[in-house]
């Protein structure tokens, strides 16, 4: 099993950018292809991005491609978010998730959650 918890999130202004982690527990992290989804209020959770358990392959919603960045540091047992350009439209709950069986994009797919992070984007 694996404990996941972000940090990072804040309140932005339009145009700016916030770096979000996600440590996590366990010595098999290394192991696990990871996402990013968002939570918005009265929206369904939103795939963002997804690395795999190496970092060799990434992917990306549309509407975050060219602004975000996924990455990770396996020897610190910690993914990223870089997000840059940020719109009011990002403002929401960012969640990341571990092991997906199945699709990646697909959130109910995910075995593990961290509580989320807020992060609002003021206009």
């Known amino acids: 099993q694996v404990q996941l918890v972000e940090s990072g999130g804040g309140l932005v202004q339009a145009g700016g950018s916030l770096r979000l982690s996600c440590a996590a527990s366990?010595?098999?992290?290394?192991?696990?292809?990871m996402g990013w989804f968002r939570q918005a209020p009265g929206k369904e959770r939103e795939f963002l991005a997804f690395?795999?358990?190496?970092?060799?392959?990434?992917n990306y919603a549309d509407s975050v491609r060219g602004r975000f960045t996924v990455s990770r540091d396996n020897t610190k047992n910690t993914v990223y978010l870089q997000m840059d350009s940020l719109k009011p439209d990002d403002t929401g709950v960012y969640l990341c998730?571990?092991?997906?069986?199945?699709?990646?994009?697909?959130?109910?797919?995910?075995?593990?959650w961290g509580q989320g992070t807020q992060v609002t984007v003021s206009s």
């Open positions: 998730a571990a092991d997906p069986r199945g699709s990646y994009y697909i959130h109910y797919n995910y075995n593990y």
């Open positions: 690395i795999t358990s190496g970092g060799g392959a990434r």
């Open positions: 366990g010595r098999t992290f290394s192991s696990y292809n």
